[in-house]
Structure formats: C-alpha cells, structure tokens
C-alpha cells in the first residue's frame, strides 16, 4: 500500500477521513460510518514509511521528538488532506481529514442566506464555530473565495496547516502556515497589520494572546475571520471572554460588543434524501440588542434575541434542524441527536 494509493481509493469512495493505525486495516470515515478499506493490516514499517514520505526526514526527525505533528498532504489535482501523526502505544499512527481541491462556492453549502451577505462586511469579527468536522474550514475558505471575486483587496491567512488553497482573483492572498511560515497564530497576529491587510483570517482562536489580538485588528478596522469550538452563538461569546483574566473582562465585553459582526454554528448531519452530508446552523447577527447584552454582561438573553430576529436572518441550531427534517434531508433520529432541545425538536415535528 502506497500513500498515494491509499489517499486515491479514499478520494474514489468519498470518505471524508482516514484513519491508519498499526495492526488494524486502514479505515474510512464514508457519511459519518467508520468503513474498512481494501488494504491490508498496517505494519509499523508501513506507518512509518508513509509518514517520513510526508513529512521528509527533517520534519520526520521533529516528529520523533515532539510525538504529534499536523501538516498537509495532497493528491494532485484531486484533494489536499489535513494530516495530524501521532503516538499511540508506541507505535505510529495517522488521521487524515479530506479537503476537495476546489473551493466550493458559498451559495452550494446549504447554509442560511444571510451567511453570504457577511462576504460584504468592510470589518469587524466574524466566527465560525462548531465541533471538529462541521465544516468550519469550508465555510471560510468558501468566504474568502466569494471575497476574492468581488472585491480587489489583500488577504492574509494564519492556517494551522493550510487546508484550501486559494488563488489570486480580484485580490491578493497571502497563506501563512504555522510551523514553516510563522511560528504561531498570536506571532502572526502580532505582525500582520504591518503587512497593509484588509482581511485576516485566523485559524482558531485558540490562546488568549491570539483572541486579544484578533479583536485588536477588527477593532482598527479589519475585516477577521476565526473559528472556535463551541457549540452555540452564546457559548462562543462567553468563551472569548472568560479567556481573559477577570480584571480585563469589563474591557473585553466592551470591545467584543464594538467589533463582533456575526457567530454561525455549524454541525453536519448525513442526509437521506440522497448520498452526503448537510450543514444546520445557528446564525447571530450582531444588532444593538446583541451589542448591549454583550456589553453588559446578558449573554444568555442571546438564544432568545435569535428566535425573535428571524427578520435579519438569525435562526436558531433547533430552528435549522427542523427546517432540515420537515424538507425530508435528514431523518427523525438525526434531527433528535442533534438538537439542543429534543422536546422542542419533537413538538415541532410531530412526535
């Protein structure tokens, strides 16, 4: 088994991840299923091979000492993979997340109308939140596309690794990757506003030195996009500031109710109506509601803002599910596994 092979068959049957790790087959994650593939168990020689071949032998060497390493890796002109190599009982092992070698276009992703309008925005903060897998990457990367044609600006990216790779169009486009371009996302942070931006994108605001820095550069008028972990509008907002120590939280709020232009949560459900997955998503829209309840520390006032402001294009994660289930894209247990509220899942469709 080469890496090449490897990576090709998972590209044939669609998996969106690979997963290699000695002494089993090599699996595939196809619409949400953990799938064997056709190759054989994976020998220590062969995980070791496929990761040097990647990395090369510097980089295999940093490997060894740091005992996790993410990177990307790529089939040309079919798909790049976001790589992350790892120990486990001492042996290699390997995940791969597949990312298409074309950026979608943002109006294909299923998402709320109103996700397109923010590509319009002149600045401020955008986040674009979920768990692991939810198609975070795609949603910015399919922003920063729509962006790239519309309007003659500079894009800087700090991409941790690089997942999509963007080309020039209207703008220009930096993609700064953490490890071979920058040290890391505060680091870049720190410097890019000397590199005359007018849009930044940030991989995740991870630490609280990136956080503050990135609502720094969308307080001095820039356009920055961010991802974070979290599973709500309101989670996202609470999570930026309780990052910060106590003292600074005042400070913060003030600065977040100024700069934070819209939250969308994202998670992926397996359709049904045909072979595939489907995005639900929670939108916040930042009116002065939002902006006061940020302000004065009412987060949890926000999932209500949301349902009353479906107007401006806000919808609620419960609200997009049930949109998802009575259109026949996803199915009853899905729809129920994935909402906040069941029993107002099940209300609303008829349990």
Request: with cysteine; glycine share 4%.
């Amino acid at each position: 088994m080469t890496l090449q092979e490897l990576l090709n068959e998972a590209i044939d049957r669609g998996a969106s991840d690979i997963h290699v790790m000695v002494r089993r087959p090599p699996m595939f994650r196809i619409n949400t299923e953990l799938l064997p593939s056709r190759f054989p168990v994976v020998t220590g020689e062969t995980a070791t091979v496929l990761v040097r071949e990647m990395l090369g032998e510097r980089r295999y060497a940093q490997f060894l000492r740091k005992r996790d390493m993410d990177f990307a890796t790529y089939v040309k002109d079919r798909a790049r993979f976001r790589v992350n190599a790892h120990f486990q009982r001492d042996s290699i092992a390997i995940a791969f997340r597949a990312i298409s070698s074309q950026v979608p276009n943002i109006s294909s992703l299923n998402l709320p109308p109103v996700v397109e309008s923010f590509v319009d925005l002149p600045r401020g903060l955008v986040l674009v939140t979920g768990e692991t897998g939810s198609g975070k990457s795609t949603t910015l990367a399919a922003m920063i596309q729509a962006m790239n044609q519309r309007y003659a600006k500079h894009i800087i990216t700090l991409e941790d690794p690089i997942e999509y790779t963007l080309q020039h169009d209207k703008c220009l486009i930096e993609q700064r990757e953490l490890g071979s371009d920058v040290p890391s996302f505060a680091s870049g942070l720190r410097h890019v506003l000397r590199q005359d931006p007018d849009i930044i994108l940030v991989g995740e605001m991870r630490d609280l030195e990136t956080s503050s820095a990135a609502i720094t550069a969308a307080e001095t008028g820039h356009l920055v996009l961010s991802t974070l972990h979290t599973q709500s509008a309101a989670q996202t907002v609470e999570r930026i500031i309780d990052i910060f120590p106590a003292e600074q939280q005042n400070q913060i709020r003030a600065m977040l109710a100024n700069t934070l232009q819209a939250v969308i949560t994202q998670t992926l459900l397996k359709r049904i109506d045909y072979d595939g997955m489907i995005p639900a998503a929670e939108v916040l829209v930042c009116n002065s509601a939002v902006r006061a309840c940020i302000r004065e520390n009412r987060v949890f006032e926000i999932p209500n803002i949301i349902q009353t402001n479906a107007a401006m294009g806000m919808i609620t994660l419960d609200q997009s599910i049930k949109r998802l289930f009575l259109n026949g894209c996803i199915s009853r247990e899905n729809a129920l596994a994935k909402a906040k509220s069941r029993d107002v899942i099940n209300q609303a469709i008829g349990a």
